[in-house]
Each structure stands twice: as C-alpha cells, then as structure tokens.
C-alpha cells in the first residue's frame, strides 16, 4: 500500500465498500466513532482529539460572557471581524499555504513563531496538515478524511473520526509523517515517543504552547478593553472553530457537483469557488485545488485575497524570502485560453450560419 492509504487511522466504518464506493456511515455511527474517538480513559491515544474539542468547550465560556453580560453591536462588529477575517486568514496563510503546502518560505524561526501565534492556537498542526495532504491526493474519492460525499456530519466530525495519523505506522513510515512536519517548528515525538501516546505531537509541549499562547493573548486584549474586549475576542475565535469545521462541506459542493462554467476551472474534484470564504480568508477553494502550492489563489480582479496579501507585506518586510505565485500560469492556461475558445467557437458558428 502507498504511504497516504494507510497513513490516516481508518474509522471503524472503513472508507470504502466491498465494491470500492464510498462508505457512508448513518449518523449515528459518525456519532458513535466520535466519542469513541474522544474516549482517553479507554485510550490515552485518543488525546490529541480530546484537546482539540475540549479548547472548544473552553471557549464557549467566553462566548457565554460576551453574550450574556458584555454584549454591544460594537464588540459584535469586532467579534465579526476577528472570527470571519482575522482567524480566518489566518488558517489561510499558516495551516493552509505554509504548513501543508509549503507555498512560501519564512527568513528565520522567528517570523515563523509570530505568524504562528499572531492569534489564538486552537488546531494542533498535526490534525490538520497530514490529513490535509491525502485530501489533496484523494480528493472526492474513498479515503478523502473530508469527503463531503459522506455527508454534514461526515465532514464536520472529521478531525476526530478521519484525520489523525494512525498509532499502528512502523518507525519508517512515521519518519516520513515527522519529515512532512518539520518546517512547522513542531518538536515531534521519538518513535518510542509515538507508541506510547500515538501521536507526532508531544502532550506537555503542546498543551503547554496553547496556555502560553492563551495566556498572552488573553492579557494583551484585557490591557487594551478589558475583560468585555478579551471575552468577546476568545468567544469569536471559538465561534471561528465551529464554523471551519463546516468548511470543506460547503467548499465541495456539499457533495453534488456545484463547479460553474467561467468561475471553476479545476475540474478534477468538485472543490468550488464560493465568494464569501475568498473574501474574508483568500480561501478561493477551486483556484487552490487547481494550484496547492500558489501562496496566492485569488487569481482574477474580484477574487480579494487578504491572506496573499499578509505573505506580501512579510516578503516587503524581508520576513518572507520565496514564495510561489501561479496567477499568471492560471491566467495564460486557463482563463484566456478558455476566452480564446469561446471566441473560435463564436467565430466557427458564425461561418456555418453564414
């Protein structure tokens, strides 16, 4: 079997049939994986999803606060800002163009820790990015981690029922997992390390950069509003973790074929361009599935793009050194070569009707 099959822990459900389609688990299943899946008094290895949905728990509070005790239409309109623009960005430019795709490179660890920590750490590196390397070679078919095929619930649970790497992989197969890791700054476990928790990511480091970084953040916004300003900021970036967890459903279509003619030009999965992630996060998914390792996907005048434009001012500022920019290939093989033949083919009409 090749490295990305087996690399992910398969769900008990399997990713495929008998007969090669897709398995589709019922809700209840996803539902019983998950809390299986979340369960670290039956597995200790199940403690990297435990942190990530426990961080969420830990938000709500917050979030109950601004609701309930500091609530104004101003700290609505930050929250709004910083969830949707801010984090989402965000996640564009670390977890998406660098941590997996490598699309830019940093000067030195220093810019790298700040772009890092420029907001509140809520997704472990890990879950998200090895994963996000076989969505990209098994996009739309079985083994997907995120096929929006499976359904909501299918995708919404999957960095706890599809994502984490496997705890049986043999110590080859786990150097390679720790390779596709190293850029990131992450300090990844010994393999002896990964028998005993199941995981890259070391439990005390990990854990102890979130409350670090918690910390520090939740200091800053206190000194600059208060506990209403802090509040408001960590409820946000909790409202921002739900709502990423929906994206990848949405992002293909919500498994129907959803590409538009003039709009979505890969067409080897059925990722789709939708206005609003673009938008808020530079997230043109189509445009990214077309050319993963661009640091820019916004290719045509509407497509904004903030996270392209965040790379930009650090490689203005010397923090970034390299990056890939495939716009003018996007533009050259794609958008006016389809221009160029709509006009033959207007023009070849023409002749006939004449």
């Given at each position: 079997m090749a490295f990305i099959d087996y690399v992910l822990k398969e769900p008990s459900y399997g990713w495929k049939m008998d007969c090669g389609n897709l398995s589709k688990p019922s809700n209840l299943k996803i539902f019983q994986e998950f809390f299986s899946r979340l369960n670290v008094f039956k597995d200790r290895k199940n403690w990297l999803s435990f942190t990530s949905w426990i961080?969420?728990?830990?938000?709500?509070?917050?979030?109950?606060?601004?609701?309930?005790?500091?609530?104004?239409?101003?700290?609505?309109?930050?929250?709004?800002?910083?969830?949707?623009?801010?984090?989402?960005?965000?996640?564009?430019?670390?977890?998406?163009?660098?941590?997996?795709?490598?699309?830019?490179k940093f000067r030195n660890p220093v810019w790298r820790f700040v772009t890092q920590n420029i907001t509140l750490k809520i997704i472990p590196e890990e879950i998200y990015v090895i994963s996000h390397h076989v969505h990209h070679s098994k996009s739309d078919q079985p083994g997907d981690p995120y096929n929006a095929q499976g359904g909501f619930l299918y995708c919404f649970l999957a960095d706890v029922n599809h994502q984490p790497i496997s705890n049986t992989l043999d110590e080859n197969s786990y150097k390679r997992c720790v390779k596709l890791m190293e850029h990131t700054g992450q300090v990844s476990n010994t393999y002896v390390q990964y028998q005993k928790w199941g995981t890259l990511a070391n439990p005390v480091r990990l854990i102890g950069g979130i409350i670090l970084n918690w910390a520090f953040w939740y200091g800053v916004f206190y000194l600059i509003g208060g506990h209403a300003l802090a509040c408001t900021l960590f409820g946000a970036a909790g409202f921002w973790a739900v709502g990423v967890r929906t994206f990848n459903y949405e992002g293909h279509g919500k498994g129907e074929d959803k590409r538009k003619e003039g709009t979505d030009y890969n067409r080897a999965d059925m990722s789709i361009n939708q206005l609003w992630p673009g938008i808020v996060a530079g997230e043109w998914h189509n445009n990214h599935h077309l050319y993963p390792k661009s640091a820019r996907s916004g290719f045509l005048s509407h497509q904004v793009d903030l996270a392209w434009v965040y790379i930009k001012a650090l490689h203005f500022m010397g923090g970034v050194t390299e990056y890939h920019d495939s716009k003018k290939k996007f533009l050259k093989d794609y958008y006016h070569a389809q221009k160029q033949v709509k006009v033959e083919t207007k023009q070849l009409e023409v002749e006939l009707a004449e």
């Amino acid at each position: 079997m090749a490295f990305i099959d087996y690399v992910l822990k398969e769900p008990s459900y399997g990713w495929k049939m008998d007969c090669g389609n897709l398995s589709k688990p019922s809700n209840l299943k996803i539902f019983q994986e998950f809390f299986s899946r979340l369960n670290v008094f039956k597995d200790r290895k199940n403690w990297l999803s435990f942190t990530s949905w426990i961080m969420i728990v830990c938000l709500a509070v917050p979030l109950c606060f601004f609701i309930f005790k500091f609530f104004s239409f101003k700290l609505l309109l930050i929250a709004f800002v910083y969830s949707m623009v801010v984090m989402g960005s965000h996640g564009t430019v670390w977890y998406h163009r660098y941590c997996t795709h490598r699309a830019f490179k940093f000067r030195n660890p220093v810019w790298r820790f700040v772009t890092q920590n420029i907001t509140l750490k809520i997704i472990p590196e890990e879950i998200y990015v090895i994963s996000h390397h076989v969505h990209h070679s098994k996009s739309d078919q079985p083994g997907d981690p995120y096929n929006a095929q499976g359904g909501f619930l299918y995708c919404f649970l999957a960095d706890v029922n599809h994502q984490p790497i496997s705890n049986t992989l043999d110590e080859n197969s786990y150097k390679r997992c720790v390779k596709l890791m190293e850029h990131t700054g992450q300090v990844s476990n010994t393999y002896v390390q990964y028998q005993k928790w199941g995981t890259l990511a070391n439990p005390v480091r990990l854990i102890g950069g979130i409350i670090l970084n918690w910390a520090f953040w939740y200091g800053v916004f206190y000194l600059i509003g208060g506990h209403a300003l802090a509040c408001t900021l960590f409820g946000a970036a909790g409202f921002w973790a739900v709502g990423v967890r929906t994206f990848n459903y949405e992002g293909h279509g919500k498994g129907e074929d959803k590409r538009k003619e003039g709009t979505d030009y890969n067409r080897a999965d059925m990722s789709i361009n939708q206005l609003w992630p673009g938008i808020v996060a530079g997230e043109w998914h189509n445009n990214h599935h077309l050319y993963p390792k661009s640091a820019r996907s916004g290719f045509l005048s509407h497509q904004v793009d903030l996270a392209w434009v965040y790379i930009k001012a650090l490689h203005f500022m010397g923090g970034v050194t390299e990056y890939h920019d495939s716009k003018k290939k996007f533009l050259k093989d794609y958008y006016h070569a389809q221009k160029q033949v709509k006009v033959e083919t207007k023009q070849l009409e023409v002749e006939l009707a004449e």
